[in-house]
């Protein structure tokens, strides 16, 4: 029996778009060009989704926020996306997607990495 993963339905086209960018481009490149290669994948998937979502980043009861991240991406409003182009994922980054999927009240997130021979990525749920 197969399992069915929160929205596991967006977040098998991302990857596809994912891999049909790296098929294509290969590692080496600098995170904006696969940033901008993947964008025009969602697209053709039929996926909307916001780049660069800016979040304001607040610590406990200060009315104002310390400071702001930025996602890569937010998909379909529901699923957000953190690319990388480095030679391996470390517990760093994981902890950075963990983090802001806290900050942006997402559950689901994937972080794609473009940079190793093979395309890599974790999926988190928060």
């Known amino acids: 029996m197969k399992t069915l993963l929160k929205y596991q339905d967006i977040t098998e086209k991302i990857l596809g778009a994912s891999f049909e960018v790296h098929k294509y481009l290969g590692n080496g490149f600098q995170e904006v060009i696969y940033q901008r290669a993947l964008a025009w ?64 009240k997402l559950e689901v997130g994937l972080l794609i990495n473009f940079g190793s021979k093979s395309l890599t990525f974790k999926r988190l749920v928060c």
């Not at 699923?79 to 990388?84: G, I, M, R």
């Open 41 to 104: 994948e969602l697209g053709k998937k039929g996926l909307s989704y916001a780049r660069e979502v800016d979040q304001e980043i607040y610590y406990k009861e200060l009315e104002e926020p310390i400071g702001t991240r930025r996602a890569d991406f937010v998909v379909e409003g529901k699923v957000l996306v953190e690319l990388k182009a480095i030679s391996q994922l470390e517990d760093v980054h994981t902890a950075q997607i963990l983090n802001y999927l806290k900050a942006y």
